[in-house]
C-alpha cells in the first residue's frame, strides 16, 4: 500500500476512535475536571437509589441519582407511588458559585431552580412553571441526616412569597441490594 494511503487510512481510523479532536490535532480534554474540585461533589449525599417516604412513614416513590459525565452532572429519575414521573438535570455552575436544577415531570411540569450549600443543607430557590402558564415560587432543602438517610423539603407560595405552604416533605432511605 502507498504511503500517502497508509497515511490518510491512519487518520480515518485515529479519527473514528479517538474522535474529533485527534481528527484535528486539538489536545484531549483534561481527565475528569469536575472530580478535581470539591464543589462538584457538595451534593453526591443524594447520588445513589432511594425509596422516599412521607412523614407518615407511607411511600412517596422511589428515586434514582445517578453521577454522570465524568462527575459533572447529576441525573434524577423519579417514579412516584402513584406512577407519576420526573427527571431532573443537577449541575454545578462554577461562574455563578451556584448548583443549578432544572426538573421536568410526566405531566409537563417544570421547575427551575438554583442554590448553594450553606451549613451542611443544600438550599434551592426558584419557580414552579405549569402547564397552564401558572407560575408559583418555589423552594427547596436537601439535608443529609447521621443516619444516612436524607430529608427533602419542599414549599411553594402563590402570592410571590408573601406566604409559604409544604408541597413535599420526604424521607429518602437507600435501598439495600
Request: glycine fraction near 12%; charge should be negative; proline fraction near 5%.
Amino acid at each position: 500500500m502507498p504511503l500517502h494511503v497508509r497515511l490518510i487510512f491512519a487518520g480515518v481510523v485515529s479519527s473514528a476512535v479517538l474522535g474529533p479532536a485527534a481528527a484535528i490535532g486539538q489536545e484531549p480534554a483534561s481527565p475528569a475536571p469536575c472530580a478535581a474540585d470539591a464543589a462538584y461533589r457538595q451534593f453526591d449525599f443524594w447520588v445513589g437509589e432511594w425509596d422516599v417516604f412521607t412523614p407518615e412513614g407511607e411511600r412517596a416513590g422511589t428515586n434514582r441519582i445517578e453521577k454522570l459525565l465524568r462527575g459533572c452532572l447529576l441525573l434524577e429519575s423519579w417514579t412516584g407511588a402513584q406512577g407519576g414521573e420526573g427527571k431532573s438535570i443537577n449541575y454545578y455552575d462554577p461562574v455563578r458559585k451556584r448548583w443549578v436544577q432544572t426538573w421536568v415531570d410526566g405531566q409537563g411540569g417544570i421547575i427551575a431552580a438554583e442554590g448553594e450549600l450553606e451549613d451542611g443543607t443544600m438550599r434551592f430557590e426558584g419557580e414552579h412553571l405549569y402547564p397552564d402558564g401558572r407560575r408559583e415560587a418555589y423552594r427547596m432543602t436537601f439535608t443529609p441526616r447521621a443516619d444516612g438517610s436524607v430529608r427533602q423539603f419542599i414549599e411553594q407560595s402563590t402570592d410571590g412569597g408573601a406566604t409559604w405552604s409544604v408541597w413535599f416533605d420526604g424521607t429518602y432511605v437507600r435501598k439495600h441490594d
